[in-house]
């Protein structure tokens, strides 16, 4: 079963930048989209960005043109670079299969946008 791991979350100023990276235990991992989502308490897991297996990327509208998602399938490897980031950035970020979320949730990383 295909573990993911998140990591590169922090605190980080407003305005600041910060790149995270989702290893997956399986190379089976490049041959479907991927996801990144997001978390807040009491609200629901929602899509941020997506890339496809072939490499078309979309973007939730709140992140577009701040955030960037790429994709290593040598390295069964998923990143987000934010940029500019706001304190409604702020919540638990996760990356899974997109569209379908396939895969069992890891234990994400927190991004805090905080002065």
């Known amino acids: 079963q295909v573990q993911l791991v998140e990591s590169g979350g922090g605190l980080v100023q407003p305005g600041g930048s910060l790149r995270l990276s989702c290893a997956a235990s399986s190379s089976i991992f490049s041959n479907y989209g991927m996801g990144w989502y997001r978390q807040t308490p009491g609200k629901q897991r929602e899509l941020v960005a997506s890339i496809s297996s072939g490499g078309y990327k979309d973007y939730a509208d709140s992140v577009r043109g701040r955030f960037t998602i790429s994709r290593d399938n040598a390295k069964n490897a998923v990143f987000l670079q934010m940029n500019t980031l706001k304190p409604d950035d702020t919540a638990v970020y996760y990356c899974?299969?997109?569209?379908?979320?396939?895969?069992?949730w890891g234990q994400g990383t927190q991004v805090t946008v905080s002065s």
């Open positions: 899974n299969g997109f569209p379908v979320r396939r895969y069992p």
